[in-house]
Each structure stands twice: as structure tokens, then as C-alpha cells.
């Protein structure tokens, strides 16, 4: 991976969106054929220290566009406080696979009975809670720093530690998605169901393009299996691309909503790279430093808007 394009930033935690995707994701989540082809056992490996407090574990895994790559676990700021992380998995119905996404919400979901570790044991979440507006870490589960997170408690917990990646189907995990709850209110586990925020959709999609991270290329146990952050670019030129999705009477705004967006992009990549060229030429590496960190800041600012832009225009659907 790239470390001149994707650095592992601690500032970043800071200045990333708490938008979503779902019309980026779309160009790379969608899958033209079925998938006959089962994802890999999860590999084995360690949580990375807790980064600030009130960031929450996201398992890592199996993703396919094509061939199976990896996306590294990570620590992620959420939306807002009171979210919880449902993290998606891998379904197998008639020999057909499909990845049911994660998503935000005020109680962890059903995410097929994969056991993700870490807290993530197959069924709810054990790894932490949330407690007037602070979050709880459970320190039997989560690698955590009393220095950074100050909220703790120690309560062991059964994991069975099985590292089938997918639900049903021969040799997957044979759990079935629990009827709800007839004592929970239905708009409980409706209204409040956020995709991916901005900072795991750029995660996955630097994970994508990361050759290294192909199963084809690391058999199942790839170099980079956990981040403390979440991979971020740096340059316009690195977001997952912008992409159509059906807008009904709106396809029209979307469209040139598309078409501005990009080129806002290309306008942000071409001062950028003449700001690079020019640091290249006369400047010092603390200089060369510092326009990285604007360079990333610039890039995510514009991100943040383009989800907002996004996020209206859906909105009016």
C-alpha cells in the first residue's frame, strides 16, 4: 500500500465526515454476476489500540469485486453518539453469495452469526455500550488505553472463536435472522439505520486497490489485516469515483450534479498538484509535510460537501 498517497493520520480522526456513500459505493458494490464463489475463512489478528475515545471497533472483511480482497478492521467515529456498528456479512442462498452491507444504529442487528471476534461473537455486541453519551469499553474485549478511553469495565465474555466468513449454504454458518422483537417498537429498528459513514467507504475502496490485499495474492492472510484509523486519501484523485444511481424525476439534477462534482475534483487535484510540484522543488520535508495535512484536509472538506450535496438530493426523492 501506497504510503505517499495513504498515510495512517492521527488528525484524521478529527476532521472525517460522518456522511454517507451510498450513491459513490454503488459503482463498486453492485455486482453484475452471481458470486458462486464462497469468501475466505476471516484471518486471525490484532485489534489495534483504541485511537479516542468514543471511536468503535468495525470488524474487518471479505469484500469481491470481482476476486475477494480484504478490508482491514478499524476504529471508526460514528455518525453520533448512541450508534452502535452492525457489520455486514456474507449470505449463501441455492449456492448464490451475497454481502448484506453494515450499518449504524441504536442496537447492533442481525449480522448472520459470523464471528467477527473483538465483540463481535455472532450474535449482539459485548465489546462495549454506550452510557449517557459516553461510551463504555469492555476491556476483557477491546485493546484500549485508560490514558485515551476513561470509560471501562471487565466483563469476560463466550466467544467461540469460529472463522467461517458467511451464513448459510455447505460449510457456512447455519444461523437464521431472529423474528423482531414484539417488545421492541418497530420504529425503533427502522427509522435509525445509517449506512457506512465517509471515512469506511474510502477504508474499503484504498483496500480495494490494493493489490496486496487480493486473496489471490495472500491466500487468506493478508499484510494489512487491521488499521488503529481508517485508511483516507489524500488527493481527489484517490475517492471512490462518483457514480449514477436511478434518481426517478430527479435523474436530471442528479446527472448534473454528477458532472459538477467530478469537476470540482478535477479543479481541487490540478491546484494540488501544482502546490506538489512546487514543494517538491523548494521545499523543506517539515513544508512537505504540512501540504500533505492540507492536501488530505482540502480533500476531505470537499468530500464532506459532495455527501451533503448527495444526501439532499436524496432526500427530495
Known amino acids: 500500500m501506497s504510503v505517499r498517497l495513504f498515510r495512517l493520520l492521527p488528525l484524521a480522526v478529527a476532521i472525517l465526515s460522518t456522511g454517507t456513500l451510498s450513491i459513490w459505493t454503488a459503482c463498486y458494490a453492485q455486482v453484475p454476476a452471481p458470486i458462486t464463489t464462497a469468501p475466505p475463512p476471516l484471518p486471525v489478528y490484532t485489534q489495534p489500540p483504541c485511537p479516542a475515545d468514543g471511536d468503535l471497533w468495525t470488524p474487518g472483511y471479505w469484500a469481491w469485486d470481482g ?37 449504524w444504529s441504536t442496537e447492533v442487528g442481525f449480522y448472520g452469526g459470523i464471528d467477527y471476534g473483538l465483540g463481535y461473537s455472532g450474535l ?26 476513561h470509560h471501562l469495565y471487565n466483563t469476560p465474555i463466550n466467544d467461540p472463536v469460529s472463522h467461517i466468513s458467511y451464513n448459510g449454504g455447505p460449510g457456512g454458518i447455519n444461523m437464521i435472522q431472529p423474528p423482531p422483537d414484539p417488545n421492541m417498537p418497530v420504529f425503533s429498528t427502522v427509522t435509525v439505520h445509517i449506512p457506512p459513514v465517509s471515512a469506511q ?14 486473496y489471490f495474492a495472500n491466500r487468506g492472510a493478508p499484510p494489512v489485516t487491521a488499521t488503529s484509523v481508517p485508511l483516507i486519501a489524500i488527493h481527489p484523485k484517490d475517492l471512490p469515483p462518483v457514480s449514477h444511481s436511478d434518481a426517478g424525476k430527479f435523474q436530471k439534477q442528479q446527472d448534473q450534479l454528477v458532472v459538477r462534482q467530478s469537476q470540482d475534483r478535477e479543479k481541487l487535484q490540478k491546484k494540488q498538484d501544482a502546490e506538489d510540484q512546487d514543494v517538491k522543488q523548494k521545499g523543506t520535508p517539515a513544508r512537505m509535510q504540512q501540504v500533505e495535512q492540507q492536501h488530505l484536509h482540502q480533500t476531505q472538506d470537499l468530500m464532506n460537501r459532495q455527501v451533503q450535496e448527495t444526501r439532499e438530493l436524496q432526500d427530495r426523492q
Do not use: M
Request: glycine share 12%.
Open 201 to 214: 467507504i474510502q477504508h474499503a475502496w484504498i483496500a480495494r486497490n490494493d493489490p496486496k490485499q487480493r
Open 124 to 149: 449482539g455486541f459485548q465489546g462495549g455500550r454506550w452510557d449517557s453519551g459516553h461510551f463504555d469499553y469492555n476491556t476483557a474485549v477491546a485493546r484500549v488505553d485508560s490514558s485515551v478511553t
Open 67 to 103: 476476486s475477494y480482497y480484504w478490508v482491514p478492521g478499524t476504529w471508526v467515529t460514528g455518525p453520533r453518539a448512541s450508534l452502535l456498528w452492525t457489520p455486514g456479512y456474507w449470505n449463501c442462498d441455492k449456492g448464490v453469495f451475497t454481502f448484506r452491507e453494515g450499518y
